[in-house]
T-cell receptor, first 112, second 117 residues
């Protein structure tokens, strides 16, 4: 079985500050990992994905995530937060057609 | 391309009423999914389909039925709505990437907000 844990249901940062959203996974085999973003009243949009190539993955809007097998983590970062980054972020792990598992989500607030 | 579209966007039902949510995709994807999103619980898979004419149960299938009569459409039905089915419903479609890596990448619709009174 595999699962995803997102540490912190709410994260608040100041504009220009570092964004760090934490995701840990449990999987009996090497997983494929995803970060999705959901803006208010919208569907989920793929930010980036890890598919066993490079461990540091770059995504859209300046976000990146690093796969660390020893820590079973896939944390999402952005060097400098922008007001438009305010949204809910979901980490997900997948091993097949019917086994995409999502974390509970982290709501990011960006203060001016 | 419109991507994944969902109809309706909002709906209010009374307990015991029935309704059908429609999902359509124009990306020729084989796989389609229905999820529900509840606060603090992320997305949970209700049903999914790996091709036209096939459906399967996900994590939380009770109280829902689905049909995939055409490749581009995936319908979610509630036969007798209950307040516990108040949620936001998302449809997704995906293709299977095979080769050195094998995974599926899902594309989501905008969601349907359902309230059952």
């Amino acid at each position: 079985a595999q699962s995803v844990t997102q540490l912190g249901s709410h994260v608040s940062v100041s504009e220009g500050a570092l964004v760090l959203l934490r995701c840990n996974y449990s999987s009996s085999v090497p997983p494929y990992l995803f970060w999705y973003v959901q803006y208010p009243n919208q569907g989920l949009q793929l930010l980036l994905k890890y598919t066993s190539a490079a461990t540091l993955v770059k995504g859209i809007n300046g976000f990146e995530a690093e796969f660390k097998k020893s820590e079973t983590s896939f944390h999402l970062t952005k060097p400098s937060a922008h007001m438009s980054d305010a949204a809910e972020y979901f980490c997900a792990v997948s091993r097949g057609v019917n086994d995409m598992r999502f974390g509970a989500g982290t709501r990011l607030t960006v203060k001016p | 391309n419109a991507g994944v579209t969902q109809t309706p966007k909002f709906r209010v039902l009374k307990t015991g009423q029935s309704m059908t949510l429609l999902c359509a995709q124009d990306m020729n994807h084989e796989y389609m999914y229905w999820y529900r999103q509840d606060p603090g619980m992320g997305l949970r898979l209700i049903h999914y389909s790996v091709g036209e004419g096939t459906t399967a149960k996900g994590e939380v299938p009770d109280g829902y039925n689905v049909s995939r009569l055409k490749k581009q459409n995936f319908l979610l039905g509630l036969e007798s709505a209950a307040p516990s089915q108040t949620s936001v419903y998302f449809c997704a479609s995906s293709y299977w990437v095979s080769g050195r890596a094998m995974y599926n990448e899902q594309f989501f619709g905008p969601g349907t907000r359902l309230t059952v009174l």
